[in-house]
């Protein structure tokens, strides 16, 4: 009867039908995203890679390869952009969407399923990471910092790699989070800390042996070292194939965890 | 999918139930709502109204029994059976970062309406809830009335066959409710299917072809407005007002001259078939009340009979 003729909706239509909502948010703010993704790469490489690179003399085989500190910094950078980026999209934005401004119920009282919002909000964080790295990897080039055009490319593709590992899981615990002060719990003990340690600023060879035991653990080590490798022509294939396995796994495990996630928080 | 290949009932529930940990918000009810049906939940606050609904508009699942929505089953084909309902949540969540068109744009949007065919509805909408000169202002600018009204625009964006609306038109002003109930009848003079929970009475007289009160999570009573009237009041209600103190002990006074006397702090309520010869024998008896009104049973008197007069909460 009836029911037979149904067409069922298809998840990549109800992922596309959020294109127009995602658009208009995008066309409010990008004056603002675009400033900052240029301006900030620029300030650190500036900082961090020139000027304070300037008194560090120690050569390649001290810096992991690298030629100079700024080489050996920038591919850190970069990898940190991505996490910083990807975290700032999911945290209290998606807060916002469940408790302020109440869009996600706006959103379910509609065809799409919670799965489906976490999908397309997902494309939009991707699309941000890849603007905003992309515009600091251009940044990069211009101050010379990459060895071929080739390794650029992929240095690109796999910050949206990182993006999506720490964007679906953020997104997952924005999900479920009841109050806004455990973002800053998230960001004390979790980002600055990886920022600051995961081998961004220096070799974690530096570290004590547990410490650097514990570095080699975060995600944004495997995705600074992947970079780095990238950025500098330096790929050991082994290690290469286990960071890209780490952070696959932790952006579908993550993915399947947000979904769940919101799914549970809208379903009242 | 057309309105005529479904099935007459829009909405069926058999034994359905809600629980929220220990909670049981919804303990088991029976509904049908047919199609074209103005259908209301009425209830005190806490009675499991806006459970049974956000169960209806599929996106909360059941906790046991059975729930048909347009044929179909919430849990399999929720966003099939959304596609073809608007709902109207009790709390308005309209975009603020967006103007008012954009907000029936976007939406309409969701349900994937073509860019040039929701743009013609949304200024048809904006037309029917009479915003259109309002059409590019902030949603945060809009009086609780216009916010309101834009609500249930959206709701309509998607031309649905259920209507399901949660408390509409609370916090509105006279003005505002009566134009949105003027909305909705021509609705359902469309022949939408119009499912509302409410607690005025008034609201659920003149909107509602069929009722049921629900107190604690059970339904207590159903039927049309007047049926109720019929069933659990009298035709008239009889008020007398007395010094304060007194209604107490004057009640046994009267007692016998209605089915039923209720004893409130300020007045004596005495429910009976003819009012005014209730009165004329109270004041043959010597009793002289400050101040009198005879006047029809309501709803009203149903609904507190029914759910008592304690505060919810």
């Known amino acids: 009867m009836s029911q037979a003729t149904t067409t069922r909706i298809t998840r990549f239509d109800l992922v596309a039908r959020q294109l127009d909502y995602w658009v208009t948010v995008y066309k409010r703010t990008w004056r603002g995203s675009v400033i900052t993704s240029f301006v900030m790469p620029l300030l650190y490489v500036t900082a961090m890679g020139v000027l304070l690179g300037g008194f560090i003399e120690q050569g390649p085989e001290a810096l992991e390869g690298a030629p100079t500190y700024l080489a050996f910094v920038a591919p850190g950078l970069v990898a940190a952009h991505a996490m910083q980026t990807a975290t700032g999209e999911v945290t209290w934005p998606v807060m916002g969407m469940i408790k302020w401004s109440r869009t996600y119920f706006a959103m379910t009282a509609t065809p799409l399923r919670p799965s489906d919002i976490v999908a397309a909000q997902l494309l939009f964080v991707t699309f941000r990471v890849a603007s905003a790295c992309g515009v600091f990897l251009l940044v990069l080039a211009i101050f010379g910092v990459f060895a071929s055009v080739g390794g650029l490319l992929l240095a690109w593709l796999v910050q949206i790699l990182i993006g999506l590992a720490f964007a679906t899981v953020f997104f997952g615990f924005s999900a479920m989070l009841k109050h806004e002060s455990g973002f800053s719990i998230v960001y004390r003990l979790i980002v600055i800390p990886q920022f600051l340690f995961s081998g961004a600023f220096f070799p974690i060879s530096n570290l004590s042996p547990t410490l650097e035991w514990l570095a080699r653990l975060t995600p944004l080590w495997h995705g600074v070292d992947l970079t780095r490798m990238l950025l500098l022509d330096r790929v050991d294939g082994s290690a290469a194939l286990v960071h890209l396995a780490y952070l696959t796994t932790m952006a579908v495990l993550g993915w399947w965890f947000a979904a769940s996630r919101l799914t549970k928080r809208l379903a009242l | ?180 109930w003027d909305r909705l009848f021509r609705l359902k003079h469309q022949g939408v299917t119009i499912v509302l929970t409410t607690h005025y009475m008034d609201e659920a007289e003149q909107l509602c072809d069929r009722l049921v009160v629900m107190d604690g999570g059970r339904i207590v009573a159903e039927g049309s407005p007047l049926d109720l009237i019929r069933t659990h009041s009298t035709r008239e209600v009889a008020e007398l007002r007395f010094g304060v103190g007194e209604h107490e002990a004057l009640a046994a006074k009267v007692e016998d001259l209605a089915e039923r006397v209720e004893v409130l702090p300020d007045r004596l309520l005495l429910y009976t078939s003819d009012g005014e010869e209730a009165l004329a024998k109270v004041h043959e008896r010597g009793l002289s009340p400050a101040a009198v009104l005879v006047r029809r049973s309501t709803l009203e008197d149903v609904f507190l009979r029914l759910t008592g007069r304690t505060l919810v909460d």
């Open chain 2, 1 to 180: 999918m057309t309105l005529q290949d479904t099935p007459a009932a829009m909405v069926r529930a058999r034994g359905l139930r809600k629980l929220y940990g220990d909670f049981e918000a919804v303990r088991g009810i029976d509904v049908e709502v047919n199609r074209g049906e103005s259908f209301g939940f009425l209830g005190p606050n806490g009675a499991g109204k806006s459970s049974t609904m956000r169960m209806i508009a599929a996106v909360s699942p059941p906790s046991g029994g059975e729930l048909s929505i347009l044929g179909m089953d919430p849990q399999t084909q929720g966003p099939e059976i959304r596609s073809r309902i608007g709902v109207c949540p009790q709390e308005d969540t309209l975009d603020n970062e967006l103007n008012v068109r954009d907000n029936l744009v976007v939406y309409g949007r969701y349900f994937g309406i073509p860019r040039r065919e929701v743009a013609e509805r949304a200024d048809e909408l904006l037309d029917f809830v009479q915003l259109t000169d309002r059409s590019r202002a902030k949603v945060e600018d809009l009086s609780g009335g216009m916010k309101r009204r834009l609500t249930i625009a959206r709701t309509l964006v998607n031309k649905p066959d259920l209507l399901l609306l949660d408390e509409p038109t609370t916090g509105l002003d006279p003005q505002a409710r009566h134009l949105l």
